[in-house]
């Protein structure tokens, strides 16, 4: 079965990430995994690192962070899971690998992201995890906070 974890994407993964899809009623809420990919090059002053998600021998999402340049601060900005492995409790096993990995690479404090103020399914997953709603809107997106130890 194994246990989630982040991969890094090569040329053997790399098509595989990109046609993942959050599934339709996700898909208004996520940008493609492609366009990630492209937006991990040139963005932030190439700030940004991604990774695929992997449970057993399956890619089963994708997520992108790092540290804001503009912001000055540390973001989840991606993080989706394919529409077949929703629903497993596998959400929050992967936030639980991604913010691991954000403090063991970057010793961060606190991360944060945004979201739709319609995604509510996204909005629980993270305030389960202790995301915390700062009230603030950036860009139309509700900003949420995770305080760490």
């Known amino acids: 079965m194994g246990n989630i974890r982040l991969i890094d994407i090569n040329k053997d993964n790399w098509l595989k990430l990109c046609l993942l899809t959050p599934g339709e009623a996700g898909e208004k809420f996520v940008a493609p995994n492609a366009i ?4 991990s090059v040139y963005d932030n002053d190439g700030q940004w690192v991604i990774k695929g998600i992997a449970h057993g021998n399956d890619i089963i999402g994708f997520t ?33 690998v991604i913010v691991e990995e954000m403090c063991a690479r970057f010793n961060c404090e606190k991360i944060y992201l945004s979201t739709d103020p319609e995604n ?21 997106e509700e900003l949420f906070v995770l305080d760490l130890p």
């Not at 990630?36 to 937006?39: A, C, P, Y």
């Not at 900005?77 to 096993?93: A, E, N, T, V, W």
């Open 64 to 96: 992108m962070y790092g540290y804001n340049v503009d912001d000055k601060a540390y973001d989840l900005c991606r993080f989706m899971l394919d529409q077949k492995f929703q629903g497993r409790g596998y959400g929050q096993k992967a936030l639980k």
């Open 36 to 39: 990630s990919i492209v937006q």
């Open 120 to 140: 509510s399914l996204g909005k629980y997953i993270y305030e389960k995890f202790g995301f915390i709603n700062t009230g603030q809107l950036v860009d139309g």
